[in-house]
């Protein structure tokens, strides 16, 4: 049974890694939605908080609200429409950090599985072979200790939960999901997932540039 969603946004000063005159990358704290929701109450987002510092912040991709970490945005169209293009034709490279229920086995590998919205159950996602989209992972254990296995992981596509589903399905949940994770498995504090790193070509010069953000837990 997926929880009743609260919305309970941390009070906390931008955490700004990166700004240049087209774009302004951000450690998104877990907790903070990264665009305003649609029901009453879910105005506060990370976007909006930026707006009132940069009133020329354009979005350009999303984290999930209960996941923590690097999130770039445009400062102008042109710059949100190259970096769009980054991560449509899959030239952004995204790395994240996960602590997880069980022994992940074996220390590497590729997650190829497609995944489609759970209509009824909205908004968990789930596998479907026949009708889902293509959703790829790579992952590479750092660590383990006696239940659960630190791993970094590569999303090759971008699909909604992409990592939450694809972690479920190797019988190993991220602690603290709120949707997919059980029993124990559920008993953390937050969503044990962080974005730590992006990169990607400048929208401006071409260059390939990389930003990162501490892991929090």
């Not at 890694?17 to 109450?41: E, R, T």
């Not at 996960?98 to 919205?117: F, K, M, N, R, S």
């Not at 399905?169 to 953390?188: M, N, S, V, W």
């Not at 990169?199 to 260059?207: E, I, K, N, V």
Request: hydrophobic share 40%; net charge positive.
């Amino acid at each position: 049974m997926i929880p009743d969603f609260i919305y309970n946004p941390p009070d906390l000063p931008l955490d700004i890694l990166y700004k240049d005159a087209q774009i302004i990358v951000v450690n998104k704290p877990a907790g903070l939605l990264s665009v305003p929701g649609k029901l009453a109450g879910r105005e506060d987002c990370l976007t909006s908080r930026l707006q009132k510092a940069h009133w020329d912040t354009l979005l350009v991709h999303r984290l999930d609200c209960d996941t923590s970490g690097v999130m770039i945005f445009a400062r102008t169209k042109q710059a949100q429409g190259f970096l769009g293009q980054e991560f449509e034709k899959r030239r952004a490279k995204k790395a994240y950090i996960a602590e997880v229920y069980g022994q992940l086995t074996p220390d590497h590998g590729h997650i190829d599985l497609p995944l489609c919205t759970d209509w009824p159950n909205r908004p968990r996602q789930m596998v479907d072979h026949a009708n889902g989209r293509a959703a790829q992972t790579d992952w590479q254990v750092i660590s383990r200790n006696a239940q659960t296995t630190r791993v970094r992981l590569f999303p090759l596509t971008g699909r909604s939960h992409q990592l939450r589903v694809h972690m479920l399905e190797q019988g190993c949940p991220i602690l603290g999901d709120p949707i997919y994770a059980t029993g124990k498995a559920r008993e953390f504090p937050r969503l044990m997932l962080h974005a730590e790193s992006l990169s990607l070509h400048h929208p401006q010069s071409g260059d390939w540039v990389s930003f990162a953000a501490p892991l929090p837990f």
